[in-house]
């Protein structure tokens, strides 16, 4: 059983990794994720749990950030405007009562200048300025020095409060005093900037998916009444009017408009839509009133899908990720311990001052918090998952984001992936003295009971001809259709056979074989051949764009799998330029292929599946990367994919890959921003070269920079 908290307020990355690994060590608790950038706590409870696990997930939050309050994530409410009520949802809560919280930081820094003109300018005693000093200290760092104790009193010794609350105690006490409460001053100045950086942070990529729709309007008894999605039931009839979001995936029963799909699938060409047709929720009705029959609860439309997934792709982190989290537990500590040494051990062996050498341990204190680290890492990944959703592709975790830069060998299915999916007539070639109108005729005839697309493809054409005529399907006896082979069917004397060639083979029915590529119905009346008929599935437009585009971004080897006979496989391969195809595959040879194809990339790369992500699933599971195509709406590819293209766009895969690279590239920038910059000064501060000022920078300074090039990869074109 899932459950989803938000935790208001929570402005700590390393808080935030110790409350995850803290929940997911509670009793009764199986897996939990906590999503920094979100504030949303997962929490999948044991099936047999039946109690209540707020009260623990509280005591464990208010164990590490006291201030962050936990509610269960629940739907904002509406009033009868449609406006979200105060207190609902996501909300991070207060936004009065600013001046009381910035009170001590102006008053601190107030007294920390009068102290400065007491002790400089004029000649007062030294008491006074301390005594300004201590207060300004108080003001600036009492929560600090307090948040340490506390940690300290439960087991957690080595974070940023405690080594700001040492070296800075340390500073008092070797009578450092101005640049005790001036590392304490910037310290919190380096917060605030910090703090408004990841709010702006948190506020730009969460607009990336604002598509959650914020009511609906239910008819009821003649009326519109507003409600939450969530409250409307499938069958329901809702009212979109011009400029709002669809709310629900629905059939739209009364009315046409435009709709804008650029949340959903990147495009921003409007897309029109009538009486008859599917909506999804998160479209947005440019114009026109349309009536709409709701098809699919709130948690199971689209919309939902596409939040949930990425809200919840920091479940699965990237190696990178994990390297941080795991680099940070065994740094802090690390240099907690050096800082110690260069403190105590030079003045032991008589080369320099106590206050020197201590001076110089307090500053390699400040300089080595990890914050930059911990917080710009997974802000970069999820700026690109949501960088990428915005371009209408789901990534489900930051470790598939990773994946993408590796690509080595990349499979791709042939129908609804390369190719369009929708079977149309081709070729008619008629023969014997026999018209094209009745050759399609007496195909149309054969096919009158199957539900086949190649059936369909044949009578659509042929009632275009007849001007919407439908056959009568009394007039049909002895049909039977023959496994593999085709159709045979009497129409009134008249006996007609439609099928592949096996089909006339054996019922003895001399014919001449077509040479265009496409799938072949030869039709015989009374064992006379009267032609055939040649079905393509067209290649999508951007098919041959894709593969190209693949071979640019470093991918080895294409390669197309699929069911359909060799020589459309291979003419379909030829136009794309493929390296390598394999036709007339069932599901579990499909499989068979992937394998060997496993076995050839090369050392420590990824192949990819490229699937619709219904009829492949095995393959995508078994696949490095599974990818479906065209997944907009469809269960079955959200569930067994890893990425979901949202367009039938084959290369939409270039452009993932591109948004993985950059990703990538931005993330270990700021690893080597920031462990370059730290490592320089901690050299500097262990030599007595850099002050206390600039240790501030190297700590606070770095992870602002780090923060504001993280969020450049929201600006992907």
Not at 179 to 196: C, D, H, R, S, T
Not at 296 to 312: R, W
Not at 407 to 425: M, S, Y
Not at 612 to 638: E, H, Q, T, Y
Request: net charge neutral; proline share 4%; glycine share 8%.
């Amino acid at each position: 059983m899932i459950q989803e908290y938000v935790l208001v307020g929570l402005d700590c990355a390393h808080c935030a990794n110790k409350i995850e690994k803290a929940v997911c060590a509670t009793d009764n608790v199986e897996e939990a994720t906590l999503n920094f950038v979100t504030g949303i706590l997962r929490v999948d409870l044991a099936p047999a749990y039946q109690g209540n696990i707020m009260p623990d997930l509280e005591k464990i939050v208010h164990q590490y950030e006291p201030d962050v309050t936990v509610r269960l994530k629940t739907w904002p409410k509406v009033d009868k405007h449609g406006y979200k009520e105060a207190g609902c949802g996501n909300s991070e809560g207060k936004k009065d009562g600013i001046i009381a919280e910035y009170a001590p930081l102006i008053t601190g820094a107030a007294l920390f200048a009068i102290g400065i003109l007491l002790n400089r300018a004029f000649a007062f005693p030294l008491y006074i300025p301390l005594g300004v000093f201590i207060v300004s200290y108080i003001l600036l760092g009492g929560k600090v020095v307090w948040r340490a104790l506390r940690n300290i009193s439960k087991g957690q010794v080595f974070d940023e409060n405690f080594l700001m609350s040492v070296a800075t105690i340390g500073a008092f006490a070797i009578g450092d005093y101005t640049e005790a409460v001036a590392v304490m001053l910037f310290y919190q100045i380096g917060e605030l900037f910090q703090e408004l950086a990841i709010k702006r942070s948190k506020k730009s990529i969460t607009a990336l998916m604002d598509i959650r729709p914020d009511f609906a309007n239910l008819r009821h008894n003649n009326d519109l009444v507003k409600v939450t999605p969530d409250s409307v039931s499938v069958g329901d009839i809702i009212v979109v009017k011009p400029g709002e979001k669809i709310p629900l995936d629905g059939t739209i029963i009364e009315g046409k408009a435009m709709l804008d799909t650029m949340a959903l699938t990147g495009e921003s060409v409007p897309r029109k839509a009538t009486s008859g047709d599917t909506v999804l929720s998160g479209c947005i009705n440019q114009n026109g009133v349309l009536t709409i029959e709701v098809t699919k609860p709130f948690g199971e439309s689209t919309v939902a899908k596409i939040i949930d997934l990425v809200e919840n792709a920091s479940s699965k982190k990237a190696p990178t990720e994990n390297f941080i989290t795991t680099f940070s537990r065994y740094y802090t500590p690390a240099v907690v311990g050096m800082a110690a040494l260069i403190a105590v051990l030079p003045p032991l062996f008589s080369l320099g001052a106590w206050t020197e050498w201590i001076n110089r341990g307090l500053i390699f204190l400040v300089i080595s918090c990890p914050c930059a680290l911990v917080i710009s890492i997974p802000l970069g990944y999820f700026g690109g998952i949501g960088g990428a959703s915005r371009k209408g592709i789901l990534i489900k975790g930051s470790n598939f984001l990773e994946a993408l830069t590796k690509l080595d060998i990349v499979v791709f299915d042939k129908t609804g992936t390369l190719t369009k999916g929708v079977f149309e007539v081709s070729a008619l070639q008629p023969a014997n003295g026999f018209s094209a109108e009745t050759l399609l005729e007496k195909a149309a005839v054969a096919e009158a009971f199957s539900k086949h697309p190649i059936a369909l493809s044949i009578r659509k054409v042929a009632m275009n001809i007849a001007h919407g005529k439908e056959i009568d399907q009394n007039t049909l006896s002895d049909y039977e259709e023959i496994s593999g082979q085709g159709i045979q069917v009497k129409a009134g004397e008249t006996s007609i056979l439609a099928g592949n060639e096996q089909l006339l083979t054996r019922e003895g029915v001399p014919f001449t074989p077509t040479q265009i590529a496409g799938t072949k119905v030869y039709i015989a009346v009374n064992k006379v051949f009267i032609g055939s008929i040649v079905i393509s599935d067209e290649i999508k437009a951007d098919s041959s764009k894709a593969i190209a585009e693949l071979k640019t971004k470093g991918v080895r080897k294409t390669v197309m799998l699929t069911g359909d006979n060799p020589e459309i496989a291979k003419a379909i391969a030829d136009k794309l330029n493929l390296d390598e195809y394999h036709a007339g595959l069932l599901p579990g040879q499909k499989v068979v292929q992937l394998e060997r194809l496993n076995t050839q990339k090369r050392a420590k790369t990824k192949l990819a599946f490229v699937g619709d992500g219904i009829n492949d699933a095995p393959v995508l599971a078994r696949a490095d990367i599974g990818i479906a195509m065209g997944g907009l709406g469809s269960d079955a590819a959200i569930e067994a994919a890893d990425i979901v293209i949202m367009t039938d766009e084959p290369s939409k895969l270039a452009t993932a890959i591109d948004i993985a690279k950059v990703t990538k590239r931005i993330v270990w920038q700021n690893i080597t921003f920031a462990l370059g910059i730290k490592g320089c000064f901690l050299i500097l501060g262990a030599f007595g070269i850099s002050t206390m000022w600039e240790a501030v920078f190297a700590d606070v300074g770095v992870c602002v920079l780090a923060i504001f090039n993280a969020m450049r990869i929201i600006k992907i074109n």
